[in-house]
């Protein structure tokens, strides 16, 4: 009944360990089917050179398994939490990519430094607080997905300007109009979050790209009149 999500899902779970984005498991990609109000996402733990598409665990908004025989990921309230809150997501990436996670374990946004940044994300990727002891002990994963849509409602983010978030002390989520752009946009995260690293320690007093320049090349991909690539 729900081959079609299952495979999405799997092919985007797929590229993670392909892209260099997780280490043994530590990852997850889901997808969601609005009209039939219900998720994919990668079961818990299963390694990615054993993970068929069958594996694929089906969730539906309350959180109940609809389809599959394995427990879905340990993140997986995390990602419902998004998908409430924000409407239009189609997909959602978590990892634990190396330079993301640094600037996630050091509590630091990804402040836009060149055009590379400019291309896919508006303004800064937000890194929000680390939960507390209660927050923790109880409905952690939830919390979770509750802290990162607080802080985007805190700082008046756009959430597709803004298709990424650090949670502190943890790591990077990122999301898009499907799974494939949810992975894209990971990818392109954990690039700009190596670029700067780098930039940094060459020039630790860099300041952030100048605006108008930042407009531009947002503008030239996202906005209304965007002319970058074909028609």
């Not at 940094?200 to 531009?216: A, E, F, G, H, Q």
Request: charged share 25%; glycine share 6%; with cysteine.
């Amino acid at each position: 009944m729900f081959d079609s999500l299952k495979q999405e899902c799997y092919e985007a779970n797929m590229l993670l360990p392909k892209l260099d984005l997780v280490i043994y498991t530590f990852g997850n990609v889901s997808c969601i089917d609005r009209a039939a109000g219900v998720f994919a996402i990668k079961p818990s733990g299963v390694d990615y050179d054993k993970l068929k598409p069958s594996d694929i665990v089906i969730v539906d908004l309350n959180g109940k398994i609809v389809d599959g025989t394995m427990r879905p990921s340990s993140d997986t309230n995390t990602h419902l939490e998004l998908y409430k809150a924000f409407p239009t997501l189609g997909g959602i990436v978590h990892t634990h990519s190396t330079f993301a996670t640094a600037f996630a374990q050091a509590g630091k946004d990804i402040i836009p430094l060149g055009t590379t940044h400019a291309d896919t994300f508006y303004q800064n990727i937000p890194c929000a607080k680390k939960l507390s002891a209660g927050e923790i002990k109880n409905n952690y994963e939830a919390n979770t997905g509750k802290a990162i849509v607080k802080e985007f409602a805190r700082r008046h983010l756009d959430y597709l300007a803004t298709p990424a978030v650090l949670l502190e002390s943890h790591g990077p989520f990122a999301w898009g109009k499907d799974a494939h752009e949810a992975v894209k946009n990971a990818i392109t995260l954990e690039a700009v979050a190596k670029m700067n690293f780098l930039t940094y320690t060459l020039n630790p007093k860099v300041k952030k790209i100048d605006r108008y320049l930042s407009n531009k090349h947002y503008e030239r991909k996202h906005g209304k009149n965007a002319y970058y690539g074909q028609k």
